[in-house]
């Protein structure tokens, strides 16, 4: 008990040593901002007079009158002093469940500015007044609610260093390397709390996070409720270059004080735990000096969790490595998980030893790649097995491709399954036909035949459908049970004109014995220069498919849905400001022609790189602008930046709440092009190994 208790006040003293240098540092900088470094005030100075060129005028053409194509008069730009801009929406909505009613109304504000010493200063906060009607208990509650995340992000200071702060509902984060697309993740549960990260030029990063546990919830506005216990983090990073290369490494140090995670994600009451953990890290890569060359890592990872409840320790080892040698990239590593091993309060893959190794071949023509990992229990509660998975795919001609892919387990219970598709282009859009089967040594079977569409006549409107079969054999106690199933999807995105959009989505699924499906309907209306008028409408019933039976162990199982029945609507009247001239738009001229920018992050589950009809929308994350500016996707993984510099942009998406094991290439980045006036639509869609 006393190395425990040490430990603990160890852990203590150290985060909130860190957190006094951080806040000094913070001070110290403000301190120093209103006489800002002459290095800082002859760069920016120079660059205002030498390289900025004139203020762009959107000017009229003789002989048409100064509205857009809609009749709606254009909002006049003010293009001095910095980037800023700020809205304020008025919010109603009421939504039905099975045994309770609720209604709200509130008021949300939002807002951001760039300045050239503090960094870019964004944040959003909403106050809702809340009335909860339970008819069977004869109950009626009232609350006010509210939830706010504030954002600080590329603050300079002396010595090359920078920060990157985050205040409110936001991500417990983690380091850079526990995201270099390793064959494990670790989770990022939610806070209501802060960040703060403080970078160096050189290559050193500090990281130091804390708050109370809670879950993102709401719909169609992002919500937050919190739970019981908190999280504490503190991490370090190095970035140290090498011979024809660079080292990484870093270590990280987290607590969790009474925190149920497990029981809050299904609204179950459970009692708090107390938990440790740290990671550690170290990686090697070569080729990172000369971008032509091919490229090679190396990288060793490590966890060690201790649950207080009851003392237990346990340890987990993996090594990653991989080399890109022309069109083909080979991967593989091993790892030792022991069990009940933990990241923070939360399961990770655990009781689990082996290897594993990829290969992956890409030509103008052929995508084939393949995978096997070898799985051993150290527990001896399994007997040892293994999982592979292969897949092509055959680009025919520029309209036509087929593909293929199985997957075959034989560990803790065997399980195979494979598909087949067809992709090609035609008068009507893009079509996509697949067929998958699957079957477990439980007796259970899956057949489902799919067909996929994304019709392209409508210029101003982008609609898919889908249309699937289904046989099931579900084993029950005394027997199997078949069943047959239909579904359908639709997903439709109406430009009506500039100032009015329409967005429905629909999936249902019919069986003999049950029938599931969700539906959404959004209409945004400009109606005056600035202003805009919104509603939803939305409706479920029953519970998500299970997920597929043959996959990796090391893959999280993520926790079966509920079946649910509720619906609601949502009112929100907004008034948009943005004014000020933007220092350096990535890749562009200095000016003041802006457009829209807008899109949706998804579950890629076929790996296409479109949204089809049924892929799930990834909820609340957070999309940074040019690693500035920040937005947090709705429930439908919808975002917005109303008001863009026209020009070339980059979108970063922050996968630290994307659920596992799901990753986006490119670390999240994605370039967008914005032009005058016009609205730009991205999809951003994630992917699983």
Sequence with gaps: MRCSVS????????????????????????????????????????????????????????????????????????????????????????????????????????????????????????????????????????????????????????GGWRADNALGMINLPSLDLSKQHTRLSLPNPAILGFSSQFQQAQGLSVLLSGGQAGSFDGYPASGFKTTQGDYALVGVQQRTAAVDGVWRWGASLGQAHNVSSVAAAVGASAPGRDAQSAYLSARREWGERRPSSDESFVQVNAVTSRQATDDTHSTGLWVDSGITLGAHQYSGGFFALEPNLNWLDLPIANDLQGAYGRHAWRTRQWTVESGLELFRSISGATSAGFFTNHNARYQYSSSVNWGAAVSFRRYAGDAQSGLLYSQFSNFLGSTRLQGNAASASTGERQYKIQLDHDWSFFQTMRLSTALTLERER????????????????VNVDWILSNNLTLSHSLQGRKSANSKQYAFNTNVSWSFAPGWSLQGSFYANSGSARATALAQSPLTAVQAASVSTRDSGVFVSLRYQNDAGRASAPLGGATGSAAGKLQGSIFLDDNKNAKRDANERSAANLTVLLDGRFAAQTDAQGRFEFPFVVAGPHILTVISDNLPLPWSL???????????????????????KP
């Design 474 to 489: 579900i084993p029950e106690p005394s027997r199997f049970s078949n069943t047959n199933s239909a579904g359908a999807a």
């Design 7 to 158: 430990l603990d006040c160890f852990n203590f003293a150290l985060v909130c040593a860190l957190a006094g240098v951080a806040v000094a540092s913070v001070s110290v900088q403000a301190a120093h901002a209103q006489t800002p470094p002459t290095s800082a005030i002859t760069s920016t100075t120079n660059l205002a007079i030498s390289t900025l060129p004139a203020p762009y005028q959107d000017k009229v053409i003789e002989g048409l009158s100064n509205e857009d194509s809609d009749g709606l008069a254009l909002k006049k730009y003010d293009v001095s002093g910095l980037p800023r801009g700020y809205s304020l929406e008025g919010l109603w909505d009421q939504r039905r469940a099975a045994l309770q009613n609720s209604s709200a109304t509130g008021l949300k504000i939002s807002g951001y500015i760039d300045t050239p010493y503090y960094g870019s200063l964004s944040g959003q906060a909403t106050l809702q007044n809340q009335v909860v009607n339970t008819p069977s208990a004869g109950q009626s509650t009232r609350a006010q609610q509210w939830s706010y995340s504030l954002r600080q992000i590329g603050m300079p200071f002396e």
């Design 665 to 687: 290439d490119n670390d999240g980045r994605t370039q967008v092009r914005v032009y005058t006036r016009e609205t730009t639509s991205v999809d951003i869609g994630a992917v």
